[in-house]
């Protein structure tokens, strides 16, 4: 299947300038694509995930992706997607996180078929005059006023330096075009002015019939209605430092059945047989929920590597069980982020008064319920003594008590 009938299949084109003569040029030459990113964060989270997803497949499929780490456009703010204007970060921070994002571009993109660059490189060294005699002139403002990018900032007020960010990266994909030989930059659907802008430069000035494209991917919403991406916890993010591996595995295997297969078309490198396979068991079988382990094993896999699968894997299966005895203290720290958690002193105490006073039990008698109940387990183990110790040194290297009241009702207590 031709690289863009596949990418037609996923769902993931929502506007482009040419998609026949894009999808010939695909058929017969292996091209060289970018899409870019500015650096107003140390880390990409799952939304801006998406569009490097097609890079890769492109990558997969032969092509050239070359990513571009916006140091130069990310000091100016794109407007894009914003009602007001942004805060101009310091440029200690820009480079901060110009290194973090460029770090985990080589993870997800490897070493081979694969450039990255970064667009202060070159616009930086463009003088005002420059800027203005050589790109400036070739911009008309009517055009630019009629962006939506532009137009929707109108009444509410925008500045000379995002007003002209859209030269900026119109300059990008004409250096790119010249030096990397970029045919197709592939962005958000909010990037389709700036998209257009930059080739509609290419063509003033090398020549309107000069082969370059512009893809845009469909806006992300949940079956809902509502934004894709966002947790009660707030955004999902690639660096595990931000969301835990263990938490980005959830995340995806928690997803809604009436999404999950269009999810496994953008996300995953799955062919359309295991997709269409797994879609059928959607809708035979959906209590098995196996389209969301798949989807939850190929994305994490792909951010995180094999070993993070396996650990969130791991954290799943014991939490369910209650076995939760074998687990790392990396582990823990994992599963337990967003449990109820507790202090409690490093000596040796009662179980019914350690539980009452530590506020996992709301009284003696209650504790004592429970203990004689069977209802407690205290890291993995069934407690049914009253006259029982806690101590918290024997387990977890001494820094954890996990205590499971039920089935479902995880305490964690960390040792003082």
Request: overall charge negative; some cysteine.
């Amino acid at each position: 299947m031709n690289i863009i009938d596949d990418l037609e299949w996923r769902g993931a084109i929502n506007q482009s300038t040419d998609l026949d003569a894009l999808k010939k040029l695909t058929e017969e030459n292996k091209i060289a694509l970018y899409c870019g990113t500015d650096p107003t964060g140390d880390s990409l989270h799952i939304g801006h995930l998406i569009p490097f997803m097609i890079l890769k497949r492109f990558q997969l499929a032969g092509h050239h992706p070359v990513i571009l780490i916006g140091g130069g456009t990310g000091a100016i703010g794109d407007p894009s997607g914003r009602k007001t204007e942004r805060t101009l970060q310091t440029m200690e921070q820009v480079h901060h996180n110009e290194e973090a994002l460029t770090a985990q571009m080589k993870k997800l993109f490897g070493t081979e078929n694969f450039t990255i660059v970064n667009n202060h490189d070159w616009l930086s060294k463009i003088s005002l005059l420059d800027f203005l005699r050589d790109y400036g002139k070739l911009f008309n403002i009517n055009t630019m006023l009629n962006k939506e990018v532009v137009a929707s900032r109108l009444e509410a007020g925008i500045s000379f330096t995002e007003f002209t960010y859209q030269i900026l990266q119109s300059v990008d994909f004409l250096h790119l075009y010249r030096h990397h030989d970029v045919q197709l930059e592939i962005g958000g659907s909010d990037q389709w002015g700036n998209i257009t802008a930059g080739i509609d430069l290419i063509h003033k000035i090398e020549g309107p019939e000069t082969k370059v494209y512009g893809l845009t991917i469909p806006l992300m919403l949940k079956a809902d209605g509502t934004k894709f991406g966002k947790t009660a916890g707030g955004a999902v993010w690639l660096d595990p430092k931000k969301t835990s591996p263990y938490e980005f595995y959830q995340f995806w295997i928690n997803q809604d059945d009436r999404d999950v297969v269009k999810y496994l078309k953008y996300f995953t490198f799955l062919s359309k047989e295991e997709i269409d396979d797994l879609a059928e068991k959607v809708e035979k079988e959906p209590w098995k929920r196996e389209a969301q382990r798949r989807l939850a094993e190929e994305v994490t896999k792909f951010v995180h590597g094999e070993k993070a699968v396996e650990e969130a894997e791991r954290i799943s299966k014991a939490l369910f069980s209650g076995d939760v005895a074998d687990l790392s203290v990396e582990e823990i720290e994992q599963g337990f982020k967003n449990m109820p958690s507790v202090d409690v002193e490093n000596k040796k105490e009662n179980i019914v008064i350690w539980l009452t006073d530590n506020g996992i039990e709301p009284s003696r008698r209650q504790a004592r319920q429970d203990v004689s109940n069977g209802a407690i387990r205290i890291n993995g183990e069934k407690v049914d003594d009253l006259e029982a110790e806690i101590d918290p040194s024997t387990h977890f290297d001494g820094k954890f008590v996990i205590v499971r009241r039920g089935k479902k009702h995880y305490f964690l207590a960390r040792v003082k």
